[in-house]
């Protein structure tokens, strides 16, 4: 069941793209430099994507919604297995799991399609009308 809309998605992504980079000097762990430097170039993959992705959010509009929401999932499962990957799960794990899950689940529970879509309807001559 998806019930997270694109513009929702898109506010979720900028703020887990700023609140990835400043965590490490918020959350106090930016001495632990594997942990800093996963949640910072994560933060600023998942702006970057933002932009491209063809949603309300997105200013190029290159990456389809789709593969925007896949490529969530992955980096989610990346940055919640990231402190056990990269070795630094003895000084810090919450944060990068937590994002993670909350990324993956973004990924999964966000409606793929616009949900602005125009119904059409045909006339008696077939001609082709918008609805209104």
Request: glycine fraction near 12%.
């Amino acid at each position: 069941m998806r019930f997270i809309g694109r513009k929702f998605h898109a506010v979720l992504d900028y703020t887990a793209g700023i609140v990835l980079i400043a965590a490490p000097w918020l959350l106090g762990f930016a001495p632990i430099a594997g942990a800093a430097w996963v949640a910072v170039i994560v933060g600023i993959a998942l702006i970057g994507m933002s932009l491209l992705t063809d949603y309300e959010g997105g200013a190029l509009k290159i990456v389809p919604m789709s593969t925007h929401l896949t490529i969530d999932v992955v980096a989610g499962l990346i940055l919640a297995a990231s402190p056990w990957l990269f070795g630094f799960y003895e000084q810090v794990y919450a944060p990068h799991l937590i994002l993670g899950i909350l990324e993956i689940g973004a990924g999964l529970f966000t409606v793929s399609s616009s949900q602005h879509t125009t119904k059409h309807r045909h006339n008696r001559a077939g001609q082709l009308r918008g609805a209104h």
